[in-house]
């Protein structure tokens, strides 16, 4: 059993193979959290409940016991209004306008397994025998509302979810005004936060900065996860490092608007919180009806931050994505678009895709702007038929003359959006998202469509299946361009507009379950202006995302650097590109760009028909060691080497489970005179085992290789690189 129940002590107490968290009920009423960390036997966690009366500004919920204050208590599910005075985890307004609620233990039960969220996603057992959940029922009596608040464990994969469910089992409508879906109080906050944050095209930088008192959180409003920040905050503590110290992870299984962070109080402890941002959200529940909240996925490990990666990595690869392509290899791509942008017809199409088949490439994906009337960005959004000017012989000819060169075909669509001169928006104006009477602004000269509703829901899963099926199309880059603004619906009444926001996820959600799970050999990639939507909600529909549109192999250090932190080398879509590089006019080699996109799922963007002889062979040489080293790279363990955040040298590498395969990739940005020599420690390997280093008649120890490490070249020149491939012999 990974959940214990102490009935004498009122106890909960959830172990995974080295986690353990526990909490307990005071005075059989208000669950107070315990402990979170490394695995503890048994339930001797009794020396942690110590409650002492600490300040007379401090309220007494219960008369005489002076020792009991909200103000000070850790709560696993934090109210307001009757005396904790930090952030709470919820607010609720009940139809007389109060906000006060009085949220007492009801009830509790263990399952096997792991239940699934009713229209959101959220990571999975395969078995019951891999989880077990606990559900707490809390009820204020005098509204009779529930929040149930569920806690999954999974034993041998070393996470625990958590979420929140609202019932209205009470006469009259009440309105949640926040909904988190987790909050942990920790004891003191000596304790860094960590998270990614960034911009289009510099997407998920690392920052880390030591707790203050008050509150330190980030978020987006923006209607999605975002690429200005992701929804991911770790605690770690102070000194912890990539391979040493506590760290605790949070991130959130959800693609909208969002909010995460730590409060830290009077009493210097610190309260880390994640859920639903409360920013513009309402939601009006009436009696008899349920609100579930989104996941938490809850990760913590004493080996540092790369523990911490690889429990996220393992479990998102094997228990979040799902699908055909979970488990297989993902293949090497060709995409037009910045080899062509719009301007392209069926020949140029078959040219470029002529030199990636005889090069190894295994599938062609064509972009934007095969649709419609789509020249520019500035139309056909919504209007989802083949554009035959371009393409006379519609999809079945391009698809077809791509699969002749042995080539499989992907297609690029943005079905979320439609452009103001679309044929679906003159047809249908109330479709997008919108005020009435209110300018409707535009982004990428598109609106964004109202996902919220169901007829709107039925279109795209009809148009966008049409023409899957019109053609054998084995892969689909499912993009998103802009931002919400003007959040409102047309068919909602003027009491459920804050709804529309989150509404839109459960039906891009409810679209893309649809989709996916009907086209299941079809290999789905989402794309949010590059990486504005690496999210967990969207890996559990689509295996991997395009990383960011910035493709430039120096950029990219870091962006994958920060997007390994919590997801795996299996989501990240990683692609060389031409130079000088279309985002940032950088000029590096094809070898260091190489080695920085074979690092991910592997791929070129531009266009092959001008590639030299010699670069072809370059390619060529690449193509087929990635094919070699995929298994490895996309399914293997990865640990983090040396951070572009800290210096002028990048390091990364896979190891494959049995530690018999491993390859390293080391990157040198600016060349510096006299410079120290140059040794990376490896890790994950097996000390005990030889390995050779592929390509040399070299074998190192891996007790050496990751002790005294290995030596890498003294380069002449900038953005230098070298992938090093070890087998055991
Ligand atoms: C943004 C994506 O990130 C790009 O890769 C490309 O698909 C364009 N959209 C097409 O408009």
Same mark, same amino acid.
């Given at each position: 059993?990974?959940?214990?129940?102490?009935?004498a002590?009122?106890?909960?107490?959830?172990?995974?193979?080295?986690?353990?968290?526990?909490?307990?009920?005071?005075?059989?009423?208000y669950?107070?959290?315990l402990?979170?960390?490394?695995?503890?036997?048994g339930?001797?966690?009794?020396t942690?409940a110590s409650?002492?009366?600490?300040?007379?500004?401090?309220?007494?919920?219960?008369?005489?016991?002076?020792?009991i204050?909200?103000?000070t208590?850790?709560?696993?599910?934090?109210?307001?209004?009757?005396?904790?005075?930090?952030?709470p985890?919820?607010?609720?307004?009940?139809?007389?306008?109060s906000?006060?609620?009085d949220?007492?233990y009801?009830?509790?039960?263990?399952?096997?397994?792991?239940?699934?969220l009713?229209g959101?996603?959220?990571?999975?057992?395969?078995?019951?025998s891999e989880?077990?959940?606990?559900?707490?029922?809390?009820?204020?009596?005098?509204?009779?509302?529930?929040?149930?608040?569920t806690?999954?464990?999974?034993?041998?994969l070393?996470?625990?979810?958590?979420s929140?469910?609202?019932?209205n089992?009470?006469?009259?409508?009440?309105t949640?005004?926040r909904?988190?879906s987790m909050s942990?109080?920790?004891q003191?906050?000596?304790?860094?936060?960590?998270?990614?944050?960034g911009?289009w095209?510099?997407?998920?930088?690392v920052?880390?900065?030591s707790?203050?008192?008050?509150?330190?959180s980030?978020?987006?409003?923006r209607?999605?996860?975002?690429h200005?920040q992701?929804?991911?905050?770790?605690m770690?503590?102070?000194?912890?490092?990539e391979?040493?110290?506590d760290?605790? &992870?949070? =991130?959130?299984?959800?693609? $909208?608007?969002?909010i995460?962070g730590v @409060? !830290?109080?009077?009493?210097?402890? *610190?309260? +880390?919180?994640? &859920?639903i =941002?409360?920013?513009?959200f $309402?939601w009006?529940?009436e009696?008899? @009806? !349920?609100?579930q909240?989104?996941e *938490?996925? +809850?990760?913590?490990?004493?080996?540092g931050?790369?523990?911490?990666?690889?429990?996220?990595?393992?479990?998102?690869?094997?228990?979040l994505?799902r699908?055909?392509f979970?488990?297989?290899?993902r293949?090497?791509?060709?995409n037009n678009?910045?080899?062509?942008?719009f301007?392209f017809?069926?020949?140029k199409?078959?040219?470029?895709?002529?030199v990636?088949?005889?090069?190894?490439?295994?599938l062609?994906?064509?972009?934007?702007g095969w649709?419609?009337r789509?020249?520019?960005?500035?139309?056909?959004?919504?209007?989802w038929?083949?554009?035959?000017?371009?393409?006379?012989?519609?999809?079945?000819?391009?698809?077809s003359?791509?699969?002749?060169?042995?080539?499989?075909?992907?297609l690029?669509?943005?079905?979320?959006m439609?452009s103001p001169?679309?044929e679906l928006?003159?047809?249908?104006?109330?479709?997008?998202?919108?005020?009435?009477?209110r300018?409707r602004?535009?982004?990428r000269?598109?609106?964004?469509?109202?996902?919220?509703?169901?007829?709107v829901?039925?279109?795209l899963?009809?148009?966008v299946?049409?023409?899957?099926?019109?053609?054998?199309?084995t892969?689909?880059?499912?993009?998103?361009?802009r931002?919400?603004?003007?959040?409102?619906?047309?068919?909602?009444?003027?009491?459920?507009q804050?709804?529309?926001?989150?509404?839109?996820?459960?039906?891009?959600?409810?679209?893309?379950?649809?989709?996916?799970?009907?086209?299941?050999?079809?290999?789905?990639?989402?794309c949010?202006?590059?990486?504005?939507r690496f999210?967990?909600g969207?890996l559990?529909?689509m295996p991997?995302?395009?990383?960011?549109?910035?493709t430039?192999a120096?950029?990219?250090?870091?962006i994958?650097?920060?997007?390994?932190?919590?997801?795996?080398?299996?989501?990240?879509?990683?692609?060389v590109?031409e130079v000088?590089?279309?985002?940032?006019?950088r000029?590096?080699?094809?070898?260091t760009?190489g080695?920085?996109?074979?690092?991910?799922?592997?791929g070129?963007?531009?266009?092959l028909?001008?590639?030299?002889?010699?670069?072809?062979?370059?390619?060529?040489e690449?193509?087929i060691?990635?094919?070699?080293?995929?298994?490895?790279?996309?399914?293997?363990?990865?640990?983090?080497?040396?951070?572009?955040?800290?210096?002028?040298?990048?390091?990364?590498?896979?190891v494959?489970?049995?530690k018999?395969e491993?390859?390293?990739?080391?990157v040198q940005?600016?060349?510096?005179?006299?410079?120290?020599?140059?040794r990376?420690k490896?890790k994950?390997?097996?000390?005990s085992l030889?390995y050779?280093?592929?390509?040399?008649d070299?074998?190192y120890g891996?007790?050496?290789l990751?002790y005294?490490?290995?030596?890498?070249?003294?380069?002449?020149?900038d953005f230098?690189?070298?992938?090093?491939?070890?087998?055991?012999e």
């Amino acid at each position: 059993m990974t959940i214990q129940y102490d009935a004498a002590r009122q106890l909960f107490h959830l172990q995974s193979s080295s986690t353990s968290y526990a909490f307990e009920l005071i005075e059989g009423r208000y669950p107070s959290h315990l402990y979170w960390g490394r695995r503890i036997r048994g339930n001797q966690l009794h020396t942690l409940a110590s409650r002492q009366e600490r300040a007379s500004f401090s309220p007494n919920p219960l008369p005489e016991r002076h020792e009991i204050s909200f103000d000070t208590m850790p709560h696993e599910y934090p109210s307001y209004g009757n005396s904790d005075y930090r952030t709470p985890a919820f607010e609720v307004q009940y139809a007389n306008g109060s906000t006060v609620t009085d949220l007492r233990y009801e009830s509790h039960e263990i399952v096997q397994g792991k239940p699934s969220l009713e229209g959101l996603p959220a990571t999975y057992a395969e078995a019951d025998s891999e989880a077990d959940t606990l559900r707490v029922t809390l009820r204020d009596s005098l509204s009779g509302l529930a929040v149930m608040l569920t806690y999954t464990v999974f034993n041998e994969l070393d996470a625990i979810t958590r979420s929140v469910s609202f019932l209205n089992e009470g006469v009259e409508t009440v309105t949640l005004k926040r909904v988190l879906s987790m909050s942990v109080d920790f004891q003191h906050d000596r304790y860094d936060m960590l998270h990614l944050s960034g911009s289009w095209a510099r997407e998920r930088d690392v920052f880390r900065r030591s707790l203050r008192p008050g509150m330190q959180s980030i978020e987006s409003r923006r209607g999605s996860s975002s690429h200005m920040q992701n929804p991911f905050v770790a605690m770690l503590e102070h000194g912890a490092t990539e391979d040493y110290g506590d760290a605790y &992870g949070v =991130n959130f299984v959800y693609s $909208g608007n969002f909010i995460g962070g730590v @409060e !830290v109080d009077q009493f210097r402890t *610190a309260r +880390l919180f994640m &859920g639903i =941002n409360p920013f513009d959200f $309402g939601w009006k529940l009436e009696a008899g @009806e !349920v609100f579930q909240a989104p996941e *938490a996925v +809850l990760v913590y490990s004493p080996d540092g931050l790369g523990g911490m990666s690889r429990i996220y990595h393992e479990l998102y690869r094997t228990r979040l994505c799902r699908g055909t392509f979970r488990d297989s290899v993902r293949p090497v791509l060709v995409n037009n678009w910045e080899a062509t942008y719009f301007n392209f017809d069926a020949d140029k199409l078959e040219a470029i895709a002529e030199v990636g088949s005889e090069l190894g490439m295994e599938l062609f994906v064509l972009d934007d702007g095969w649709f419609g009337r789509r020249n520019s960005d500035n139309s056909s959004l919504g209007d989802w038929f083949v554009d035959e000017r371009k393409l006379p012989g519609g999809l079945k000819d391009v698809v077809s003359r791509v699969n002749k060169l042995g080539m499989h075909f992907g297609l690029w669509f943005e079905p979320e959006m439609i452009s103001p001169d679309s044929e679906l928006y003159r047809n249908n104006p109330d479709w997008c998202l919108h005020v009435p009477g209110r300018y409707r602004t535009q982004g990428r000269n598109q609106l964004v469509l109202d996902l919220s509703r169901e007829d709107v829901q039925q279109y795209l899963i009809d148009t966008v299946s049409d023409v899957l099926r019109s053609a054998p199309i084995t892969y689909v880059k499912w993009d998103m361009n802009r931002n919400m603004t003007e959040i409102g619906s047309a068919l909602l009444p003027a009491d459920r507009q804050r709804e529309t926001a989150h509404r839109y996820m459960l039906g891009l959600y409810n679209v893309l379950e649809s989709i996916t799970s009907a086209f299941t050999n079809i290999l789905f990639e989402s794309c949010s202006g590059g990486g504005g939507r690496f999210d967990p909600g969207m890996l559990y529909y689509m295996p991997q995302t395009w990383t960011s549109d910035n493709t430039d192999a120096v950029s990219r250090l870091r962006i994958q650097y920060g997007t390994s932190i919590v997801y795996p080398i299996s989501a990240m879509g990683a692609h060389v590109s031409e130079v000088p590089n279309h985002q940032v006019g950088r000029i590096t080699s094809l070898e260091t760009r190489g080695h920085v996109a074979m690092s991910g799922n592997f791929g070129y963007e531009l266009d092959l028909t001008k590639f030299t002889d010699e670069e072809k062979g370059i390619v060529r040489e690449q193509i087929i060691m990635y094919k070699a080293l995929r298994e490895l790279v996309q399914f293997g363990d990865f640990y983090r080497l040396l951070s572009p955040f800290e210096g002028n040298q990048s390091s990364w590498m896979s190891v494959s489970k049995n530690k018999r395969e491993a390859m390293a990739v080391y990157v040198q940005v600016l060349n510096e005179p006299h410079s120290p020599f140059g040794r990376i420690k490896l890790k994950g390997l097996d000390p005990s085992l030889n390995y050779q280093l592929v390509g040399t008649d070299r074998v190192y120890g891996g007790d050496e290789l990751m002790y005294a490490g290995i030596a890498v070249p003294l380069f002449h020149h900038d953005f230098a690189s070298i992938l090093l491939q070890f087998v055991a012999e």
